[in-house]
């Protein structure tokens, strides 16, 4: 499996797809129009914030993170953000994930950043690839959720 890490800029072939599959992974049947809108004009610089990425294994998606300046929680004044990552299940168990967060504390250590933060609900994950909770935080409908921080080396 000769998986490769790219980020959508404009004239990707696979932007259609792309878009569709952020928005089967993360989004609802009210919000295809948000993900399309935050994609689309994301693709003009990819030197800045933000930007959407995609493990490929041929033409085929395996897994998708994205680099953005708020992840919709209520700690606005914390940025960059690491967000959306996912591993299709046919491409799990072969260390993807941690390949998509070190290629995202490198494209952000590259935009100039010093450390980079994830919001999650999950317990352990992170942890394993020594992300260090920092605090909580609150998403858009008043649930409380972790804060967890890495610097960029």
């Excluded at 797809?17 to 610089?45: H, M, P, Q």
């Excluded at 930007?51 to 998606?61: H, R, T």
């Excluded at 994950?125 to 972790?146: M, P």
Aim: hydrophobic share 40%; with cysteine; aromatic share 14%.
């Amino acid at each position: 499996m000769d998986i490769i890490i790219t980020r959508l800029i404009q004239g990707h072939n696979l932007t259609e797809k792309a878009i569709n599959y952020f928005w089967t992974c993360w989004g609802n049947d009210r919000n295809f129009k948000f993900y399309e809108d935050c994609i689309v004009n994301s693709l003009k610089d990819e030197n800045r914030l933000p930007g959407f990425y995609l493990a490929l294994d041929s033409d085929k998606i395996a897994g998708t993170y994205a680099l953005l300046t708020n992840d919709l929680i209520s700690r606005q004044d914390l940025i960059p953000w690491f967000a959306c990552l996912f591993v299709d299940p046919e491409y799990r168990k072969n260390g993807i994930a941690g390949r998509l967060l070190d290629h995202g504390l490198s494209q952000a250590k590259r935009m100039g950043y010093t450390q980079l933060y994830l919001s999650t609900d999950l317990n352990g994950f992170y942890e394993r690839s020594a992300w260090t909770y920092l605090t909580d935080g609150f998403t858009v409908h008043g649930d409380k959720i972790k804060i967890y921080i890495k610097q960029v080396l």
